[in-house]
């Protein structure tokens, strides 16, 4: 009795086995990978793993590899070579841009366009890319302190992305528990960083976990059920997201609460509802002290609004279209505010939006997207345009000081 027990349960274990071992084969004849390029970290919640590399193929096709210090980016020496001029670029998954080649990057191209900037003449230019997808102006600041001083800019350029940076600045838009928010306390903007005291916090720094992170890189079936399990996660925020903006937006605009998956609406509409009030405070607040932070250390600063698609189709009839139905006269509130916040607080502001528009529409091209419409991350083409644009603007500002 006991030995037909024990055959039975070796015979299920051994089918089990054959059968993950065969699965496993046909992923890689397939050649099926989803590298885990995330880990946890102290101070943003997230970051990128050091060394892990691999192919993006979720939007667009890249191969990525994030290099020995966490980057999505060529190594770097943390000192600066006498002569050479650097430019920290802080954002999110459109500065982190895995759905884009390196070469391609906004970053790679304004580090290229500015070698010819006569401001510059006999200077090296060096663009190092702090973004990580799924930060807010919150952890862009806290990448700042942590990370980005190790590398002693000269310039920090904060790419500010209206579509979710706003949302991602407060706890009860964002529904995010694992990463830190900045709150008002007494009039100043204090750090909550109660993201670091749960249980399951813990865990994801073990030895576990990390054993954890080495077989996702050794197997495909792991990073398959990794992928699902990530897919699930995204889903079920973005409908509690969803539920949150359709209570607010049945208060102030007749239409539905989400465009495109991952971005809001209410960004176009002048708040009235206090979350979203909150989230312009926190958010210009957090950029005043960014600009702060940047000149005790003697560096310019400068933002550059980055685009939405439904901002900058080539048709301009469905971007009005889709402004009348917001109850608005066009979709340029979020970069109107941050300029206008630039020019009381002395932060240059390059709104990307107006000029992205205007080439969409006069070379009849989506700008985002790979499927041919206008939805998701910037396309190459998108990129070269952004950094050639930023260049002009940290070009002309050198040669008149911003």
């Known amino acids: 009795m006991l030995k037909g027990w024990i055959a039975n349960a070796f015979l299920v274990i051994a089918g089990t086995v054959i059968g993950i071992l065969l699965f496993e084969l046909a992923l890689r004849a397939i050649d099926y990978s989803s590298p885990n390029f995330y880990h946890s970290d102290l101070n943003t919640g997230s970051a990128l793993r050091a060394g892990a590399e691999g192919w993006w193929r979720k939007e667009g096709k890249s191969y990525v590899k994030i290099n020995s210090d966490g980057l999505r980016d060529r190594e770097h020496q943390k000192s600066k070579s006498s002569g050479t001029f650097r430019i920290a670029v802080l954002g999110d ?21 500015l070698q010819t900037c006569p401001a510059f003449q006999g200077r090296q230019i060096e663009v190092i890319n702090f973004g990580v997808a799924g930060y807010g102006t919150a952890q862009e600041i806290l990448t700042l302190r942590h990370r980005s001083w190790d590398y002693s800019p000269d310039l920090v350029l904060l790419a500010f992305l209206s579509g979710n940076d706003l949302r991602n600045n407060v706890r009860a838009l964002d529904q995010d528990p694992m ?22 916090w813990r865990f994801r720094h073990s030895v576990m976990r990390n054993g954890g992170y080495w077989l996702i890189d050794h197997l495909r079936i792991l990073q398959l059920l990794n992928e699902a399990k990530e897919f699930i996660k995204s889903r079920i925020a973005q409908m509690n997201q969803n539920t949150l903006a359709s209570e607010i937006v049945q208060n102030e605009a007749k ?15 002048e708040p009235t509802d206090p979350l979203w009030k909150e989230a312009w405070r926190v958010t210009e607040g957090l950029i005043v002290q960014m600009r702060n932070e940047v000149r005790e250390k003697g560096a310019d600063f400068i933002v550059v609004t980055l685009t939405n698609g439904d901002q900058v189709g080539p048709e301009p009839l469905q971007r009005s279209t889709y402004a009348q139905g917001l109850g608005v006269p066009d979709l340029l509130y979020p970069e109107r505010r941050i300029k206008s916040l630039g020019d009381r607080e002395g932060i240059p502001v390059l709104n990307l939006a107006q000029p992205f528009a205007a080439y969409a529409e006069q070379h009849k091209v989506f700008l ?8 998701g991350h910037w396309n190459a083409e998108g990129h070269h345009l952004a950094g050639k644009l930023i260049a002009e603007k940290i070009c002309a500002g050198h040669a008149n000081p911003i």
């Open 93 to 113: 998954s459109y500065a982190e841009a895995m759905q884009a080649p390196m070469e391609d990057t906004f970053w790679k191209v304004l580090e290229l366009e």
């Open 255 to 269: 239409v539905q609460p989400q465009r495109e998956v991952g971005l809001d609406v209410m960004e176009y509409l």
């Open 368 to 375: 985002h997207g790979f499927k041919n419409d206008g939805t």
């Open 179 to 200: 990463k830190p928010y900045f709150v008002y306390k007494d009039n100043a903007l204090v750090l909550d960083a109660s993201f670091q005291e749960p249980l399951g």
